[in-house]
């Protein structure tokens, strides 16, 4: 986003260190209004830490984070009236039952009585929870400690919602749900924030991102932006072929060559050029992967690094 | 805000009620598990050592060691849960986490367990100040001033051992709390036998715990022979009160910061 544009949360130069350890290293970033922009890097990439110091859990070590406006430092109590927090253990009350913890929480922002009860009902209903009112947390599967979390998350109305790993544990089905789930609240106009390290889950439902490694911010767009910028349109995987002993005239065709152990990545702008002219030159490619360049690709090239555990 | 000042906010009391609503589904045995023990040493000691000894003026040992045993349920009450219960909605349970993700400040947390841990010791207390006028060991309507009396002493005991709790790294080393403190305290606090012949550096010591100025008030109130030296034991508690408010809250914000 440009500057001048008026953003909801503002980064400049944020580090965050506990003791010795720096979490994150001088990192800028802003987030529109009604986007969904997102965090991706493996563990220990600094992402978490960010999330805290949005949310005002923890303070900063040096820089400037304004969220809404006002700095996150001075004005904590404000900011979290203004967001929704699902932390990525979710901290739901193991003693409370499932509507106990959506009406405490309320409680905490002035919310009681009718009006929790009501809104309460209205959160379970729209996460598929309203059978489930009665029950303790661990009656609950993943998926549904997942919506509770969100649903307990929504009931001061945020404009932001700030998710870490939203999707970390649940199965493929649940995972889907919970992106429809996502997608949902973006359109009423919340603005999310979330943190991943699944590079489907960042395509499908960030606007924008950064890449996040060692603390540092390593590139910043949105996912095609990225894939264009850092990878190519497509990706030819070759397995078992050392491109340095062959002598093939791909100069025109691969913008980028990169080997990760026995495969190597030809990126390039049509993978079915790139098979023709390969048999053309006598290449004998028996084992390849033709596919589309996703950020799994702009992660490797960034970090030299894949991201999946 | 002052620490004194979150016992009066909003979020304190959400939080109080919080402990109250998980409270309420284990209530019977909790209620159980601390006040057996100390009308257990009350009954044995009493019926038992006391048919041994007379404590002259002082009237029978079971008379000395009701209004005690008040105070030892109230200390246990408060304790336990500010310890171990504490614990493990700081570390295990991420009550308190989520608590800071909403708007509430960790001063209104130790504020609303102060006063949860204050209801605690008030109900337990109470409970074994009915057992004891069932025995006819109660002897005046002041008895019924005990009621406030447990709740301020409640929050007293729990602020060290709320301290503690945030303070530790494993669970074990609440432990310690127990050897050191808590038990020690049941045992020179005037509980069980009178400390007038007690060395005076023992005395000493006993002073400076809560738990020998809340029973001295208890007694007289049960015997119904409240004076104006009470005063200073209220005074004392009051005054440790206003100390130990701070002790928890530097280690439950780095805690929850990290």
């Known amino acids: 986003m440009e500057r001048g544009v008026r953003s909801v949360v503002e980064a400049r130069d944020l580090t965050k260190r506990y003791g010795n350890v720096e979490a994150v290293r001088g990192i800028n970033f802003s987030i529109a209004p009604q986007e969904c922009f997102g965090f991706l890097g493996v563990n220990g990439a600094g992402k978490t830490s960010t999330m805290k110091m949005i949310y005002c859990r923890t303070t900063k070590t040096s820089g400037q984070l304004d969220v809404f406006g006002m700095d996150a430092e001075r004005h904590p109590q404000a900011i979290k009236r203004r967001i929704g927090v699902v932390t990525q253990e979710h901290a739901l009350d193991p003693e409370l039952t499932v509507e106990e913890n959506v009406l405490l929480y309320a409680s905490f922002f002035g919310i009681g009585g009718a009006a929790a009860r009501h809104k309460c009902s209205e959160l379970l209903r729209m996460m598929a929870l309203e059978g489930k009112a009665s029950s303790l947390i661990r009656e609950l599967s993943g998926g549904m400690k997942h919506r509770l ?46 943190t991943t390290h699944y590079m489907e889950e960042a395509a499908r439902l960030c606007d924008r991102l950064v890449i996040m490694d060692e603390g540092k911010v390593l590139a910043e767009g949105t996912p095609r932006q990225l894939i264009d910028r850092f990878a190519a349109t497509d990706v030819l995987e070759v397995i078992g072929v050392d491109f340095e002993n062959v002598r093939v005239p791909l100069d025109g065709l691969v913008r980028r060559r990169e080997r990760h152990g026995e495969t190597t990545y030809l990126y390039n702008e049509d993978n079915r050029a790139l098979l023709l002219r390969l048999a053309d030159a006598g290449v004998d490619a028996p084992q390849h992967v033709a596919r589309q360049a996703t950020l799994e690709d702009v992660f490797l090239n960034l970090t030299g690094r894949e991201l999946t555990e | 805000m002052s620490p004194l000042g979150a016992l009066f906010s909003r979020n304190s009391w959400n939080v109080f009620r919080r402990d109250f609503v998980a409270w309420q589904k284990y209530a019977a045995s909790s209620i159980t598990i601390n006040i057996f023990d100390p009308i257990a040493y009350f009954l044995a000691l009493g019926f038992g050592l006391g048919a041994y000894l007379t404590l002259g003026a002082k009237g029978s040992l079971l008379q000395f060691m009701a209004p005690g045993i008040v105070g030892v349920a109230a200390l246990n009450a408060a304790t336990f849960d500010a310890c171990w219960g504490a614990y493990e909605r700081l570390n295990n349970n991420g009550v308190y986490e989520s608590m800071v993700t909403a708007p509430v400040d960790p001063l209104e947390i130790a504020a609303g367990e102060y006063l949860w841990q204050g209801f605690r010791a008030m109900l337990y207390g109470a409970i074994v100040l009915a057992v004891i006028s069932i025995f006819g060991l109660v002897h005046s309507w002041w008895a019924l001033l005990c009621l406030p009396l447990l709740a301020l002493a409640g929050i007293v005991f729990a602020m060290p051992a709320f301290a503690v709790a945030m303070m530790v790294k494993t669970q074990e080393h609440l432990f310690y709390y127990f050897s050191f403190v808590a038990t020690p305290m049941v045992m020179i606090g005037g509980v069980f036998f009178p400390l007038d012949k007690v060395p005076h550096w023992l005395l000493s010591i006993a002073w400076l715990t809560p738990l020998y100025h809340a029973v001295i008030i208890f007694r007289a109130l049960v015997l119904g022979t409240p004076n104006v030296g009470l005063l200073a034991n209220l005074a004392w508690l009051l005054v440790a009160m206003a100390l130990f408010v701070w002790l928890p809250v530097p280690f439950l914000r780095n805690k929850l910061a990290r």
Do not use: F, K, S
């Open chain 1, 149 to 194: 979390a969100i649903a307990r998350g929504l009931v001061n109305d945020p404009e932001m919602m700030v998710l870490d790993e939203p999707t970390t544990g649940l199965d493929p089905q649940a995972r889907l749900a919970m992106w429809q789930l996502l997608l949902g609240l973006r359109e009423r106009g919340i603005t999310l924030v979330l």
